[in-house]
Structure formats: structure tokens, C-alpha cells
């Protein structure tokens, strides 16, 4: 029985960090050094329905594209700045964007504003990863089931205690058997 508390335990503790890797704390930080007419793409990794939101300050006034890997490759290739799914110029910026797909979409900082280099602080935090939220949620669940049926299992065993004197069903409450006066108390050890 002891054995099984403890299994459940660290699959509990298990799927747990899993949860908490899915969703609850996942800030990333940094800071963009951009050339006159430089720019910079951070690749990311996303699912169908992921969100990402960016948070993006800077003293110098900055643009911002969001492109899929494809336009990010014409980019690349050729230059242009066409297809993004998001532009905005300013100092400063909260956007949010969603997946519309399974890709790796780019955040493309660009200083076409400042004859110097600038700095952007950029900060970003990814939403749920919805298959480690889901599968620690689900773990959890499940060891948290076999910890409750492990306790109900016990107290069945308690109800069914035999006085040992008469061979009738007592409480585990009972100091004495009510039926025959037996001592139950040091029957517990
Ligand atoms: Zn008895």
C-alpha cells in the first residue's frame, strides 16, 4: 500500500511540472542590437492556435513584422518585406499573435528609422503548450484517482475490523468491544 502512496506521489509531482512547463511560467527576455537599416527574425516554433505575446520597447522608434517561415526565407533571399501577417512601427509595443498553423513564424525587428544602432528590449512569453498542459492535467488526475481508491480501500479495511475476542465486527474508534469488554486498544500495535 505504502509503495503505491509513493508512486502516485511522483507521477503526481510528475505531471505537475508538466503543467507548470505548459502554461503557468514561461517569460523570455532580451535585447535586440540593431544596425541602421539592420534588422533581426527570431525564429519560434508553434502549433495551430498557439499564442505568443511580445512586449517590445525601445528609445528609438523600431518596426515590427510577423512572417511565416516562407516569407521569412523570401526575406531572406530577396529583401522584401511582403506577406507578414503583422506590421507596426512605434517606440513601444504589446502585440499578440496566433498561430494560424503548425510552423516556425518569425518576429522580424527592423531599425529603418534611427541612423544609429538601437536597442529593443524584447520581452516574450509564449501561451500553453496545449499537449504538456493536457497530458500533466491528465497524469495528475489519474494519480490523484489512485491515491482516493488506495484511502477508500483502507478505510473498507477499518470497517471490517473483528474484536479478536468475540469475532465481531468493531470500529477502529473502540478502546473496548462492546460485546465482550475485549481491550482493543493495544490490539492496534
Ligand atoms: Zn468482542
Known sequence: MNAWKITALIVFIAGFTLVVLGGIYNPYTNVVDLPSGGFRGIGFNM???EVVNYHLTSLERFTVYIMNSTEFHKLMNNGTFNG????QTGKNMNLEFKAPQKDVYYIVIANFNSQSSIEVDFVYRKGMSMPLFLGGSII???SIVVLLIDLYGSKQVNKNRVCPG???EVSEEWNYCPYCRYELRDDKK
Open 47 to 49: 502549433y495551430a492556435g
Open 84 to 87: 507578414s501577417y503583422y506590421t
Open 140 to 142: 495528475v488526475a489519474i
Open 166 to 168: 468475540c469475532g465481531r
